[in-house]
């Protein structure tokens, strides 16, 4: 996949299962790639995944549904094209 055509979904949720759900159930909808899990405290583990916006949706949206039925979902949201300087930062 072409970096600068990619866009970055997260997903934030209470606790380790929740994100693990949310990754597994990420990747088997879309065809979209893991970048990156980040622990921040108190159980928040957020994960990114890189990939076309249309499959970052679909992905972060299937996770949204799946994850609430295991843990606590926090946050979610997708980037589209996301500013290079942020991906830098980010290491993404």
Request: proline share 3%; hydrophobic share 50%; net charge negative.
């Given at each position: 996949?072409?970096?600068n055509?990619?866009?970055?979904?997260?997903?934030?949720?209470?606790?380790?299962?929740?994100?693990?759900?949310?990754?597994?159930?990420?990747?088997?909808?879309?065809?979209?790639?893991?970048?990156?899990?980040?622990?921040?405290?108190?159980?928040?583990?957020?994960?990114?995944?890189?990939?076309?916006v249309?499959?970052?949706?679909?992905?972060?949206?299937?996770?949204?549904?799946?994850?609430?039925?295991?843990?606590?979902?926090?946050?979610?949201?997708?980037?589209?094209?996301?500013?290079?300087?942020?991906?830098?930062?980010?290491?993404?």
């Amino acid at each position: 996949m072409e970096r600068n055509m990619e866009a970055l979904g997260l997903i934030e949720t209470r606790g380790l299962v929740g994100i693990i759900e949310a990754a597994d159930v990420m990747v088997k909808t879309a065809s979209v790639e893991i970048v990156d899990f980040e622990k921040t405290g108190d159980g928040i583990v957020t994960v990114k995944v890189r990939g076309p916006v249309a499959d970052c949706r679909a992905a972060v949206d299937a996770a949204c549904s799946a994850v609430g039925k295991v843990s606590e979902l926090l946050s979610a949201h997708v980037i589209p094209l996301p500013f290079s300087d942020l991906e830098e930062n980010l290491s993404i």
